[in-house]
């Protein structure tokens, strides 16, 4: 079982930039590939970033590709996305969450996989 907390999560003007982290309990963190996701009123669920267990392999949204990097430190049991020239349409609520099952091989972007999910963090961007 792992229990997700989101925090760093704000405003702040297009083109800048914030860090979030996710702070999960469980002894079996370092085990579980982490997602990021994202949900925008009135729109669906969408994928942003993961990242495997290890840390060695990372797949991101096209959207975000070159601005958004996805991090974990398994000693402090948190994972991270530094998010860079943020843009209005990143306005969301930021939701981190961990893979079904520990020591997955497959980094998975579909929102199925994951069964453990934080509250969520606001992140507004203005123009």
């Known amino acids: 079982q792992v229990q997700l907390v989101e925090s760093g999560g704000g405003l702040v003007q297009a083109g800048g930039s914030l860090r979030l982290s996710c702070a999960a309990s469980?002894?079996?963190?370092?085990?579980?590939?982490m997602g990021w996701f994202r949900q925008a009123p009135g729109k669906e669920r969408e994928f942003v970033a993961a990242?495997?267990?290890?840390?060695?392999?990372?797949r991101y949204a096209d959207s975000v590709k070159g601005r958004f990097t996805i991090s974990r430190d398994n000693a402090k049991n948190t994972v991270y996305l530094q998010m860079n020239n943020l843009k209005p349409e990143d306005t969301a609520v930021y939701l981190c969450?961990?893979?079904?099952?520990?020591?997955?091989?497959?980094?998975?972007?579909?929102?199925?996989?994951?069964?453990?999910w934080g509250q969520g963090t606001q992140v507004t961007v203005s123009s």
């Open positions: 969450a961990a893979d079904r099952g520990p020591d997955s091989i497959i980094v998975y972007s579909r929102s199925q996989r994951y069964d453990y």
């Open positions: 469980g002894r079996t963190f370092s085990t579980y590939n």
């Open positions: 990242i495997s267990w290890r840390g060695g392999s990372t």
